[in-house]
């Protein structure tokens, strides 16, 4: 029995194995199937006796013509298949009916105008959705379907947007589609962790608009933007903001940098204390200077100490420095002159370079409990040399104890002892969070954060690496509340 009688047999008997091999061909009858060109051609007819029509309703079977649809269907055993399917035109029933002529569709296999059937349809847009234009095109190919990267990304214009729904706590932040230049908001349901609408730019008039039509929202997850605080207010009064946490310590460890590259000097004349104690200690290795070289170099014998307790050790960066101060020599006899000296200095235990600010910073702001034994000491030592560091430590200390923990209520004796006795460079931290307090009380003591905004943030840009870089916000939003 060939391939087209056991089809049609199983089909027309109601078997169940070509049901199950090919269920969204349940509601046809096959005729013939058969291997033409590389692909596989079934042949079929609508098994139902009439249709509905689509302007009034009523049922009609009365034929007025026939004429056959090609439709590709997805592949069957790795080869390409089409399904040409003979279909009627059918008189409408109802005499007032504008719609005097149809033409029946077979539900699960077409649609109006469509030359796919909506089993590959909605295979292919299940790839454009997660792989875009080109790589999903590729794979497409892949699994026996040729399609173009365009005729892709119309799949996904075509898709339905699914519904924002009941949305009860909201995450709202902005993302760059051309950094520096344009930029859109994204809405989170922060509940379920997904994306209900993207809308364009990130002023407030678009937010307040969307939360004037979505009256349930009763929290809003946000960052310390002003835009977003007043289009909250505008179009949700009945909502609690909260600031995020994460917004909030990144803006206080920005503020604390300042405050550490304020204490420079501080850092500096501990690490010339440091230099200090080593020459007491008998390890100066610029007494390996040969008498005869010092008495050379006797006019330059402390610019070139001082650049070298600098941590300037290169011998031709110092020569540099020489010339530049009026030493005559040349640089081999500079050279021949302090290499005993860096013999020295490779023999002796390493004197630690001074701090970088970003450093002294890192130690600040991150959990002690992560801090190595020589960081823990480096930073007790710069907190010792320093009244401001000690001070700026502890009250970075306290401000990650009251996010992790929710202690908002310490929050006002906080600010109050950063103003009477913190470092000035975190004084307008605290005007912030004056101006903004409610929202960052609210973020101190609710457990709602913006976190899964965050990761959808790192999937957009996923999304838009995937586009190359070229997708309008119109795709762009389709791809993003689509993407599972």
Request: include cysteine.
């Amino acid at each position: 029995m060939s391939l087209s009688q056991v089809l049609s047999c199983e089909l027309e008997g109601g078997g169940d194995g070509w049901g199950v091999l090919l269920p969204h061909l349940a509601g046809v009858v096959v005729e013939e199937a058969a291997v033409a060109g590389g692909q596989l051609v079934v042949r079929a007819r609508p098994r139902a006796g009439g249709a509905c029509c689509p302007e009034c309703g009523g049922w009609s079977g009365r034929v007025h013509s026939r004429y056959e649809r090609r439709l590709a269907d997805a592949p069957v055993g790795a080869r390409p298949a089409v399904i040409a399917l003979v279909v009627r035109r059918l008189f409408c029933p109802a005499a007032g009916c504008q719609k005097k002529t149809f033409t029946e569709q077979v539900a699960g296999v077409t649609v109006r105008y469509g030359r796919r059937t909506v089993l590959l349809s909605r295979l292919l847009g299940a790839v454009a959705v997660r792989l875009a234009g080109r790589p999903g095109a590729g794979l497409a190919a892949a699994l026996g379907v040729v399609v173009s990267r365009a005729t892709l990304l119309r799949l996904v214009r075509a898709l339905p947007v699914p519904p924002a729904g009941l949305v009860r706590v909201l995450g709202v932040d902005d993302f760059a589609i051309r950094r520096g230049a344009i930029y859109a908001t994204v809405l989170t349901d922060i509940e379920a962790g997904h994306p209900v609408e993207v809308l364009p730019g990130r002023d407030a008039a678009a937010l307040a608009s969307w939360l004037e039509q979505h009256p349930e929202v009763e929290v809003i997850c946000r960052d310390r933007a002003g835009g977003y605080a007043e289009g909250a207010r505008t179009g949700a009064p009945q909502a609690i903001q909260v600031a995020d946490r994460w917004h909030l310590q990144h803006g206080l460890g920005g503020y604390a940098r300042q405050a550490v590259r304020a204490c420079a000097p501080c850092l500096a004349a501990w690490h010339a204390g440091q230099v200090a104690a080593a020459r007491q200690a008998g390890s100066d290795p610029w007494a390996a200077l040969p008498p005869a070289a010092a008495d050379r170099l006797a006019a330059w014998l402390p610019l070139l100490r001082q650049r070298w307790d600098e941590g300037i050790t290169s011998i031709a960066a110092l020569h540099r420095a020489a010339a530049a101060a009026g030493y005559p020599g040349s640089y081999r006899t500079f050279y021949a002159c302090l290499r005993p000296v860096k013999a020295a200095a490779a023999a002796l235990p390493p004197v630690p370079a001074p701090p970088a600010i970003s450093q002294v910073t890192a130690w600040i702001l991150r959990n002690p409990a992560t801090l190595d034994d020589s960081e823990r000491a480096s930073l007790a030592a710069v907190r010792a040399c320093c009244p401001h560091l000690d001070t700026l430590a502890r009250h970075v200390a306290e401000f990650a104890v009251m996010l992790t923990q929710l202690q908002g209520e310490q929050l006002d004796d906080w600010i109050t002892d950063v103003e009477d006795n913190g470092h000035p460079a975190l004084r307008p931290f605290t005007n912030g969070l004056r101006r903004d307090y409610d929202a960052v009380l609210a973020g101190l003591t609710q457990p709602w954060n913006s976190g899964p905004v965050e990761g959808l943030i790192n999937k957009i840009k996923t999304i838009k690496r995937q586009m190359y870089g070229r997708a309008s916000l119109p795709l762009l939003r389709h791809l993003i509340l689509l993407t599972p």
